[in-house]
């Protein structure tokens, strides 16, 4: 029997995890924090979905609000109308793409698997902000990422605090995953959040403890793309962030990253298959 922390389930597919995979970022939203992920009218939704499954995309992430820091709330009835779309839109173009719903809202996540043909959950609150993303997740039986954030969107990069930021995102995640294994949920995927409630070296030091991880014996996504912790330390900009990117990947990936969210498809799956050589030529 294959190890099942290295496969997830996706609608009767398993997806192996023993060479890690990219995630391509689709924000339908037009305030992200990198103006180059923000996507809006059929015709773009449908051309950069095309671009990422073409440079070698296993996952596309589909998401309607936007999490930057400091950023609006909005009602659920305009992500709803943004991200639903976008998700029936590119489950009928290409019907063999594996697409993932970036919601932290129940209801929105239960009808873009039910109705649009979304594949993955993936919620930055880790269940804390809709008490029922858990009995979603349980009834639905779809793979869910379980991502670390302290405090909100609105507030979270205000003042950070840990005691120690591995052992407490530990404790944070073995807590719910517990929960979420108690109620039969199979498929579980752990993002600690990079940029979501910590400062730049806090970033910086889970980064180098990645392997800290390990201990959940669950696969590991990390999303430091164009993220604050690469252009402030450069003292650049969002659009300039690309190199860094690369450079933070291959790190992660060399810490036991198995899944990489990117808005560079092409770039990451190079990093991947070069950080591969090197693995290989290291046993």
């Not at 793309?225 to 650049?236: A, D, E, P, V, Y």
Request: net charge negative; charged share 25%.
């Amino acid at each position: 029997m294959p190890d099942r922390s290295r496969y997830i389930n996706i609608n009767g597919r398993l997806l192996d995890l023993e060479t890690p995979r990219v995630m391509g970022v689709i924000n339908i939203t037009p305030d992200s924090f990198y103006r180059g992920s923000s996507f809006t009218t059929d015709d773009e939704i449908i051309g950069v979905a095309a671009r990422m499954l073409k440079d070698g995309a296993d996952i596309l992430d589909v998401g309607g609000y936007s999490s930057r820091p400091g950023a609006v709330d909005i009602p659920a009835d305009e992500e709803k109308k943004r991200v639903l779309g976008a998700i029936k839109l590119i489950s009928r173009e290409f019907p063999h793409s594996v697409i993932s719903v970036d919601t932290f809202r129940s209801e929105i996540a239960f009808e873009a698997v039910t109705e649009c043909g979304a594949h993955i959950i993936n919620d930055i609150s880790g269940g804390e902000a809709d008490i029922d993303m858990f009995k979603v997740v349980q009834k639905l039986n779809v793979p869910y990422i379980l991502m670390h954030m302290q405090g909100n969107p609105g507030n979270m990069q205000k003042n950070p605090v840990y005691d120690d930021v591995i052992s407490d995102i530990l404790k944070w995640f073995g807590r719910r995953i517990f929960r979420l294994q108690s109620m039969g949920v199979k498929d579980i995927i752990i993002d600690p959040g990079f940029g979501f409630g910590k400062t730049i070296d806090q970033n910086f030091e889970m980064l180098t403890r990645l392997r800290d991880f390990s201990v959940t014996g669950l696969p590991l996504l990390v999303g430091v793309s164009r993220k604050s912790m690469i252009w402030k330390t450069l003292k650049i900009t969002p659009e300039e962030c690309l190199n860094g990117t690369s450079v933070l990947n291959a790190a992660a990936l060399m810490n036991g990253a198995d899944i990489l969210r990117v808005h560079d498809v092409k770039e990451a799956v190079h990093t991947v298959m070069l950080i591969g050589k090197i693995k290989e030529a290291s046993t």
